[in-house]
């Protein structure tokens, strides 16, 4: 196929990903249905070993969603009123919702301009006695920058809560060793939202810990806080995970490297190729999943028009930093406090980055884009 043929390239192709899984994802879903094992049961265990095998970390906990794991992280460590969590601005929205639903302040840090991750120069002067963590978040893919940020919190007796909702996979060598995303900080809090590198059909989600602690309170947390039925020792929340999405998740995983490789590949290329944006950067000691492909550019409106003109899909994470959110007015920032947040926020676009992108349509999109 020539790029003549082409005329639209989705941002994401959830149907081409299906396809050639669809016999093995409807007999996992058949099998949950002869069991009516719906609650918990083998399809959730068999989820959660091969993620915590997969990711090298010593518990795995599946819960209802990404932002369930935040939650239930921040409820299990015991964080909540009078308590703050730094984090950073250029996130989803739930990283900094998490921390207000437990009744904690979330605290803004600016960004690293190039990877759009926490600037880990500018957390320890917003360490107050208050201070109950760090939230880093592994952005588009790539793991934020850990050793420092581990350090710090080791100074100060902060927990680190990994949101690692995008960067399942993702590695970063700390002390020369290659570790994967959510196995750094005290838990790791994945999604598998149908966008993200490891989807299910639905909502879903996870949280890692090599502490066996933690572990046992997540678990208790996410049924009620009950270890013996219908006797509380805390106040949880119903924060478990579907099984008929764990059974699909468990035949998505054994993919989810060659998926990751495919990313990887189109965005090599993407980088070799356009000449009229900002491409991503990989820091150095990185392995990114590109879960999204970003580019920036301070005309970046036009070049949306430019790609909706050629039908090319594409998306702004994020339009609106978080420190200027309605909902957050009442920690008192303003327009001007986090520069470089505020800048990305103007400047990003993210492009078509799924690993079943033919090379022809990714040739479709560097057409359009070197030609704005
Ligand atoms: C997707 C996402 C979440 C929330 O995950 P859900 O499963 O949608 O609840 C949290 N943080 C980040 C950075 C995300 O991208």
């Not at 994802?25 to 094992?37: D, W």
């Not at 070993?49 to 795995?60: F, L, Q, R, V």
């Not at 000691?285 to 028009?305: E, F, H, P």
Request: with cysteine; charged share 20%.
């Amino acid at each position: 196929m020539t790029t003549d043929t082409i005329t639209n390239v989705p941002l994401l192709d959830l149907q081409a990903q299906y396809e050639p899984i669809k016999d093995d994802v409807l007999a996992a879903i058949t099998e949950v249905f002869q069991s009516k094992q719906f609650i918990q049961g083998p399809k959730v265990v068999a989820l959660e070993t091969m993620i915590k095998d997969y990711c090298g970390a010593t518990h795995a906990i599946g819960v209802s969603s990404g932002t369930d794991a935040l939650i239930v992280s921040l409820m299990a460590m015991g964080i909540g009123h009078g308590d703050e969590v730094i984090t950073t601005p250029f996130t989803f929205f739930a990283t900094a919702g998490s921390i207000h639903r437990v009744g904690a302040k979330p605290v803004f840090v600016d960004i690293d301009p190039d990877t759009y991750n926490l600037n880990v120069a500018h957390i320890e002067s917003k360490i107050t006695p208050n201070t109950k963590a760090i939230m880093p978040v592994h952005l588009f893919g790539q793991m934020a920058d850990m050793a420092p940020i581990m350090a710090l919190a080791k100074a100060h007796n902060l927990y680190v809560i990994e949101d690692a909702a995008q960067a399942i996979g993702a590695k970063q060598q700390v002390n020369g060793e290659w570790q994967s995303a959510g196995t750094l900080g005290d838990v790791g809090c994945f999604s598998f939202f149908p966008s993200k590198n490891l989807g299910c059909c639905g909502d879903g989600g996870l949280v890692t810990t090599n502490d066996d602690a933690l572990a046992e309170k997540i678990r208790l947390f996410r049924t009620h806080g009950a270890k013996q039925k219908y006797y509380h020792e805390f106040v949880g929340g119903n924060f478990r995970l579907d099984p008929m999405q764990a059974a699909i998740l468990c035949v998505k995983l054994p993919h989810l490297n060659q998926q990751h490789d495919g990313r990887r590949a189109h965005a090599d290329a993407y980088n070799a190729a356009l000449t009229t944006v900002k491409t991503p950067v990989e820091a150095k000691g990185n392995w990114m999943i590109y879960n999204q492909y970003t580019v920036r550019t301070s005309r970046r409106d036009a070049l949306i028009d430019h790609l909706n003109d050629r039908n090319i899909g594409n998306a702004v994470y994020y339009p609106l930093s978080l420190h200027l959110q309605d909902c957050f007015s009442y920690l008192g920032y303003s327009s001007g406090d986090f520069p470089e947040a505020e800048a990305a926020s103007k400047e990003v676009v993210s492009l078509p980055v799924y690993s079943e992108l033919s090379d022809a349509q990714r040739q479709y999109v560097v057409d359009a884009i070197n030609a704005f």
